[in-house]
């Protein structure tokens, strides 16, 4: 019999979310126009896409040694066996729980305080939010006005049609680049702010947790202050541009692969109009859903290829090898770097059933109800 805890309620909220946005992607498919259009592909095309593809996570590697340059040297392997085992958990586990699993692998393999990791991974997500604002703003600033339909833009409208609602799509689009600046630089100066100043917001966090227990504050004042410490590589002014610049080249890759894709279907995707879809990918998965983001990848990459014009068999297509190329080979190798750590993957689902029922502090090996620090 199903419990319905917080844990189940969660999972099957992102089930749901994933088999609506399936059925919203499959409901138009005419699967012989499907099959034609798999099998007149140019898969050349695909061996670039899946080098860039994981190119990315090297990047990912890189950045995540310029984080902790400043808490412990890691040997370079480490941190991209490490990434790769975490993407890969993010792929067929529920809860992201690779997003916590690098951080406990990093404790165990480097003795890196566990807290203190976390907290650089949550700053890696805060430069990932930046340079996907500074991204998007740039790409939709660039963006042309108007745009002449390409060959796959008459599946479903009017020429004219098409080009009505691609300038209305992206002229919309445009009002919000100075809202994506002014955000960007909010959260600079607030992060910047908090290195400066920590006592001063612990204080202002002190009378905002008031109301917990006095282990609980405890314990959020001790990630306050991992946290703190992770963001101290900003008071390094090299370091912080190097950084900035591996999440900003994150994103390039990614619209690069979209783009490089493309010609496998023979699509007129424009390199910014490539950048676009990146940029609702990256929205569109941040959202609830199932492992391995069934559906909801599916259903971004269709709606964001309509602003293009182009529409099915040829998008649904696209969408779905982007999908396997997003998907296997991360997993693949995540599961080779997990052989050679000498880790189970029943290990790692014991792990995320920890993790989902809040017990990081047993696997830590630090008694319950006791300061982290």
Known sequence: MITFNKKNITFLFSLVISIVCLWLFMRHIEWSLLKKALMEANYWFVIP????????????????????????AIPMLNLLSITCI???????????????????????????????????????????????????????????????????SVALFSGQEVNDFRESVILSLKKWTEVLAVVGVLTIVALFLVVTKPDFFKKILAKLICFLSHTLRDKVFALYDSFVHGLKIL????????????????????????????????????????CLVAICLALAIALPQAPGFIGVFHIAVLKSMDIFGIHTPAAQSYAIVLW??????????GFLFLWKEGITFHEVVKLEVEIVDGKLEELEGIPKDTDAT
């Open 49 to 72: 896409t899946i080098a860039l593809h994981l190119v990315v996570y090297l990047v990912r590697a890189l950045r995540w040694k310029g984080l902790l340059s400043h808490i412990k």
């Open 86 to 152: 975490g993407f890969m958990a993010n792929n067929i586990l529920p809860a992201r729980v690779g997003e916590i699993l690098r951080p406990f692998l990093l404790y165990k393999k480097e003795a890196v305080k566990f807290s203190t990791s976390v907290a650089t991974v949550i700053v890696e997500r805060i430069f990932d939010m930046l340079a996907l604002i500074i991204f998007a703003a740039v790409t939709i600033a660039l963006l042309p006005d108007h745009f002449t339909p390409g060959h796959h």
């Open 235 to 274: 008071e390094n002014r090299t370091e912080t541009f190097w950084i900035l610049g591996y999440s900003l080249l994150i994103w390039i890759i990614c619209g690069t692969e979209i783009y490089a894709l493309g010609f496998s279907f023979h699509l007129q995707l424009p390199f910014l109009g490539a």
């Open 324 to 333: 396997l190329v997003g998907i296997l080979p991360i997993t693949v190798i």
